[in-house]
């Protein structure tokens, strides 16, 4: 019987990419997003190109309680989860004093706690059957603090310290935790940032989604704690671990104030 993989954020993006890996690679796939329609068009892909199952559960994740009415969903249809990543997120692009609140708010409900709450209702089944993987998407913004997007690379750091301490307690449970740690990606993260046209993210000098996602499948399937992709991330998370912090968040703030 196939193995399930649950993907938050499959319908666009880093997500999209990573479920297509996973279906080519045998996984029976249950797709989680808002959008039902993009959904229903990659499980007709992911069935009639790999044979796949594709169950949709359109859900808000930001939403009290989605968490749990996900994993309802999945105890009624009688689906264990082996694989779960944890990819859906935005971010949020200005000075924090004029920032739209009920953003940042569904941002914190979305990065931290349905990533937090999704794991630990569908670890206990994992360390039960002995096996599973999951996959968070954090960001090169999880190792330092990130003015004029503060919130976001908050919830990154979140998501970087969880991962990894989750990581450590699971050690020879048989279940791999990995934080996946992307640069600027082309996708649709920087319209819903409002930092479409930024340095930062112009095409030119952004990664591509697939190659981010064969990063974190990779990663995933080898048990890596923390996974950066790419040997300019990895020499610049270099210098931002060595620098003194002062000066990063100096630095942060100058490429952000030019990306605005
Ligand atoms: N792109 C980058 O530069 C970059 C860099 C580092 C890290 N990341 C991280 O990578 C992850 C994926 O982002 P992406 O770049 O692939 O962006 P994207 O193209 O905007 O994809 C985001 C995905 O999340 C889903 N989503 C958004 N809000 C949701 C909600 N409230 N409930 C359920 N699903 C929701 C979206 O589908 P619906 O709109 O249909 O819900 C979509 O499938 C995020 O965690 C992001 O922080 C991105």
Redesign the pocket.
């Known amino acids: 019987m196939a193995k399930t993989a649950l993907v938050?954020?499959?319908?666009?993006?880093?997500?999209l990419e990573l479920t297509r890996i996973l279906a080519r690679n045998g996984y029976d796939i249950v797709a989680?997003?808002?959008?039902a329609e993009?959904l229903e068009v990659l499980k007709g892909e992911l069935e009639s190109l790999y044979g796949a199952g594709v169950t949709v559960i359109a859900?808000?994740?930001?939403a009290d309680g989605a968490a749990r009415d996900v994993c309802d969903i999945l105890a009624e249809k009688g689906i264990d989860v082996d694989i779960l990543v944890n990819?859906?997120?935005?971010?949020d692009y200005g000075p924090f004093a004029e920032c739209d609140w009920d953003k940042q708010d569904?941002m914190i409900r979305?990065?931290v706690l349905a990533l937090s709450h999704l794991t630990r209702l569908l670890l206990p089944g994992m360390l039960s059957r002995g096996g599973g993987r999951i996959l968070n998407?954090a960001?090169?913004?999880s190792f330092e603090p990130g003015p004029l997007m503060s919130v976001y690379y908050a919830t990154k750091a979140y998501v970087l310290s969880f991962s990894e301490a989750l990581a450590e307690e699971l050690k020879g449970t048989g279940v791999t935790v990995t934080a996946l740690c992307?640069?600027?990606?082309d996708?649709?993260?920087a319209r819903?940032a409002n930092a479409d046209g930024a340095n930062v993210?112009k095409k030119s000098t952004s990664s591509d989604?697939r190659t981010v996602a064969y990063c974190g499948y990779r990663s995933m399937m080898r048990g890596k704690a923390v996974a950066v992709c790419g040997v300019s991330f990895k020499i610049v998370l270099f210098f931002v671990k060595i620098l003194p912090r002062s000066l990063v968040r100096r630095a942060v703030m100058s490429i952000q104030k030019r990306s605005a």
């Not at 938050?8 to 997500?15: D, H, R, V």
């Not at 990819?87 to 971010?91: D, L, S, Y």
């Not at 992307?182 to 990606?185: I, R, S, V």
């Open positions: 938050t954020g499959a319908s666009g993006g880093i997500g989680v997003a808002r959008g993009r859900s808000d994740l930001s990819n859906a997120g935005f971010g569904r979305l990065n998407t960001s090169v913004a992307p640069g600027p990606t996708t649709g993260f819903t993210f989604a």
